[in-house]
């Protein structure tokens, strides 16, 4: 079965970055797409980037310029590295295959101002 372990959330403050990461198991890791999402309290499930399995990146528009997602097919590794986190930024965040399977337990992050 497909598992995924999100880690790296936590408490920053406004501006400061944090790294994300996510381990799969139980799939070809190398021919997935995988996908962030995130969902802050009171709001829908949103889209946050994807990475194909050839590398090509997708982002949302919110956090293009700022966000990078990466992958280390060696690792089994998803990465989501953010950069001048804002408020608004504050939500629990989970890593997929893009085309399946379930959802990690996520991680939270939180930004203070």
């Known amino acids: 079965q497909v598992q995924l372990v999100e880690s790296g959330g936590g408490l920053v403050q406004a501006g400061g970055s944090l790294r994300l990461s996510c381990v799969t198991s139980?799939?070809?890791?190398?021919?997935?797409?995988m996908g962030w999402y995130r969902q802050a309290p009171g709001k829908q499930l949103e889209l946050v980037a994807r990475?194909?399995?050839?590398?090509?990146?997708t982002y949302a528009d919110f956090v293009k310029g700022s966000f990078i997602i990466s992958r280390d097919n060696a690792k089994n590794m998803t990465y989501l590295q953010m950069n001048s986190l804002k408020p608004e930024d504050t939500a629990v965040y989970y890593c997929?295959?893009?085309?399946?399977?379930?959802w990690g337990q996520g991680t939270q992050v939180t930004v203070s101002s």
């Open positions: 997929k295959v893009a085309a399946f399977g379930p």
């Open positions: 139980g799939t070809i890791f190398s021919f997935n797409a």
């Open positions: 990475i194909s399995s050839g590398g090509r990146t």
